[in-house]
């Protein structure tokens, strides 16, 4: 019932910046929290940013605080995720992810729809 349409993802230097979307659409779930996710090779799904729909209310992992701005448009039902002062260690596949309820949260295991991601390559 719900669909996430990521894109934006690619190659860049460090230093650099990358804006990534990710489109929403469906009946029932459209509305509640939404959050993006990365994984890097080796290594566990990690939280990056959340939005509430209800309120725009936003949080970050804190290895991304002040270089990321997650930010929402109703109109569109599009998520953002501002991407700046990338490094090396941002590279990972990034996941755009809904949830089905209205509470936020930062556990992948509490968003039930998924996109199906979208590589973020940062060059040294």
């Known amino acids: 019932q719900v669909q996430l349409v990521e894109s934006g993802g690619g190659l860049v230097q460090a230093g650099g910046s990358l804006r990534l979307s990710c489109a929403a659409s469906?009946?029932?779930?459209?509305?509640?929290?939404m959050g993006w996710f990365r994984q890097a090779p080796g290594k566990e799904r990690e939280f990056v940013a959340a939005?509430?729909?209800?309120?725009?209310?936003?949080s970050y992992a804190d290895s991304v605080k002040g270089r990321f701005t997650i930010s929402r448009d109703n109109a569109k039902n599009t998520v953002y995720l501002q991407m700046n002062s990338l490094n090396p260690e941002d590279t990972a596949v990034y996941y755009c992810?809904?949830?089905?309820?209205?509470?936020?949260?930062?556990?992948?295991?509490?968003?039930?729809?998924w996109g199906q991601g979208t590589q973020v390559t940062v060059s040294s």
């Open positions: 992810a809904a949830r089905n309820a209205p509470l936020m949260e930062l556990d992948a295991n509490d968003y039930a729809y």
């Open positions: 469906g009946r029932t779930f459209v509305g509640y929290p």
């Open positions: 939005i509430r729909w209800s309120d725009a209310s936003t």
